[in-house]
C-alpha cells in the first residue's frame, strides 16, 4: 500500500532532474500515485519527456503560467484526462536577473511584476482553476525560501514574491479549508537547481548553510520530497496554511557561527 495509492498529482515546475518538483515527482510516484506533469516552455521538452518516461507518465502538458488562455486549456486537459486532482504542485519561480543582486532599492516596476506575476500570482490563477477538480477535497503546495522572513544577501525582489506567497497561502487555505482543500508551502534550504543558478553568491550559501545549520548538512530534493509527500497524503489531514522549514534548521539560528567559530568559545 503507498500513501498516494488512488490519488492523482499534478506537478507544475520540472525544468530537469534537479528541479525540486522532481524530487517530490519520484517521491509521490513510489507512494502510487497517479502523476501529471507541465512544464514551462519548448526548450524544456526534451529534458521533462524523458523523465516522464521513467515514472510512466504520459500526460505532460507546455503551460506558462503567466498566460491564461494556457492556463485554463491545461486545467482542461487535466479535467479531460483524470476528472478530478488530488494534489498540486506549484513549484515555479522566476525573476529578472538584474532584479537579483545589485542594490534592493533598484528593483524596477517591471521586474518586480513579473517576479510577483510568475513566483506568487500564479498559485492563486492555478488554485482557482484547481478548486473544482478537488470535488473531494485535496491538498495544494508551493516552495518558498527563508528570505521570505529574514534578510537574505542578494535575494531581492525574490523575497518579496516568496513573502506574497506565503500571505497567498494561508489566504487560500481559509478560503478552500471549507471544501477540504489544504494549502500549505514548504521553505526550502538551498539546493543546486537550474533557478538557484540565477541568485548571486548562491555557492557561498550552500557552503555556508551547510556549515552552521544544526544538522551540519545540505537538503536534498528528497528530503523536500519526503515532506511534500506528508502534505499530499492523509498523515497531512489536519495541516493547513501552515509553511514548514525543510531545511537541516537553519531558520531556527539567531547567530549563526561556523564551527571553528563555535570552537573558539570554549
Ligand atoms: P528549477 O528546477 O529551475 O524550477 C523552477 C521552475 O519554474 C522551472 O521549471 C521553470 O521553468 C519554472 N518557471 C519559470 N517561469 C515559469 C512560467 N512562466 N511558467 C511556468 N513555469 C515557469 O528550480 P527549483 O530550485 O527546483 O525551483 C522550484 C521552486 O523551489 C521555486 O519556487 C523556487 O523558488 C523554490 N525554492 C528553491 C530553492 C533552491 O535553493 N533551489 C530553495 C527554496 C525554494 P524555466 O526553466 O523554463 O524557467
Known amino acids: 500500500m503507498g500513501l498516494m495509492d488512488g490519488k492523482v498529482a499534478i506537478v507544475f515546475g520540472v525544468a ?3 528541479s525540486i518538483a522532481w524530487g517530490i515527482t519520484r517521491r509521490f510516484h513510489e507512494e502510487g500515485a497517479t502523476i501529471g506533469l507541465s512544464y514551462a516552455g519548448e526548450a ?8 516522464a518516461e521513467e515514472i ?10 503567466t498566460d491564461d488562455e494556457a492556463l485554463d486549456r491545461t486545467f482542461e486537459r487535466i479535467r479531460e484526462r483524470f476528472g478530478r486532482i488530488d494534489t498540486l504542485v506549484h513549484s515555479i519561480a522566476f525573476a529578472n536577473r538584474e532584479d537579483l543582486g545589485g542594490r534592493f532599492v533598484n528593483i524596477s516596476r517591471e521586474g518586480f511584476k513579473t517576479a510577483l506575476d510568475i513566483s506568487a500570482y500564479s498559485l492563486i490563477a492555478m488554485a ?3 478548486e473544482p ?3 473531494e477535497g485535496g491538498s495544494m503546495l508551493s516552495l518558498t525560501y527563508y528570505a521570505a522572513e529574514k534578510v537574505m544577501p542578494k535575494y531581492h525582489v525574490m523575497a518579496i514574491a516568496k513573502a506574497a506567497l506565503e500571505t497567498i497561502t494561508r489566504y487560500l487555505a481559509n478560503d478552500l479549508g471549507p471544501k477540504g482543500i489544504r494549502v500549505n508551502a514548504i ?5 543546486k537547481t537550474l533557478a538557484a543558478a540565477g541568485v548571486p553568491g548562491f555557492r557561498l550559501m550552500l557552503k555556508y548553510s551547510e556549515q552552521v545549520s544544526p544538522l551540519r548538512r545540505l537538503v536534498t530534493t528528497e528530503d523536500v520530497g519526503n515532506t511534500a509527500l506528508y502534505l499530499a497524503s492523509d498523515l497531512g489531514s489536519a ?7 525543510v531545511d537541516a534548521g537553519y531558520n531556527i539560528l539567531g547567530l549563526t557561527l561556523t564551527p571553528d567559530e563555535l570552537a573558539e568559545l570554549d
Open 44 to 51: 524544456l521538452k526534451k529534458r521533462v519527456l524523458p523523465l
Open 128 to 130: 482557482r482553476r484547481a
Open 16 to 18: 530537469n532532474k534537479n
Open 239 to 245: 495541516v493547513t496554511g501552515e509553511i514548514i522549514h
Open 187 to 191: 521553505s526550502a534550504g538551498p539546493i
Open 133 to 135: 477538480l478537488m470535488t
Open 56 to 65: 510512466g507518465c504520459d500526460f505532460v502538458e507546455e503551460c506558462d503560467v
